[in-house]
């Protein structure tokens, strides 16, 4: 099993940029898409950006086409999640999840969640 840990979290003023990191430990990395998703309070957990094992091939949702980019640094074990042009609605915890498809990663099942990490944009 792949054991997940998100950091890079904060508070942002809106229009500000935050760098989010997924580090995996386990197994094997390269086995696994990962996924980005948040969950606002009071609000359902949603999709954000998801990434295939190679980097390949990316999804984005909607709402943050063109502000965030998804990548991975296999050596690294590790995803990034840049976000750019923040709005206080991007206000969320973020998690990171892996499975072996891309996807599966985005409907789910998956293999491993990680804990998640706050990000606030004030406004």
């Known amino acids: 099993q792949v054991q997940l840990v998100e950091s890079g979290g904060g508070l942002v003023q809106a229009g500000g940029s935050l760098r989010l990191s997924c580090a995996a430990s386990?197994?094997?990395?390269?086995?696994?898409?990962i996924c980005w998703f948040r969950q606002a309070p009071g609000k359902e957990r949603e999709f954000v950006a998801a990434?295939?094992?190679?980097?390949?091939?990316?999804s984005y949702a909607d709402s943050v086409k063109g502000r965030f980019t998804i990548s991975r640094d296999n050596a690294k074990n590790t995803v990034y999640l840049q976000m750019n042009s923040l709005k206080p609605e991007d206000t969320a915890v973020y998690s990171c999840?892996?499975?072996?498809?891309?996807?599966?990663?985005?409907?789910?099942?998956?293999?491993?969640w990680g804990q998640g990490t706050l990000v606030t944009v004030s406004s």
């Open positions: 386990g197994r094997t990395f390269t086995n696994y898409a």
């Open positions: 990434i295939s094992w190679s980097g390949g091939d990316t």
């Open positions: 999840a892996a499975d072996t498809y891309l996807r599966t990663v985005i409907t789910g099942p998956r293999a491993a």
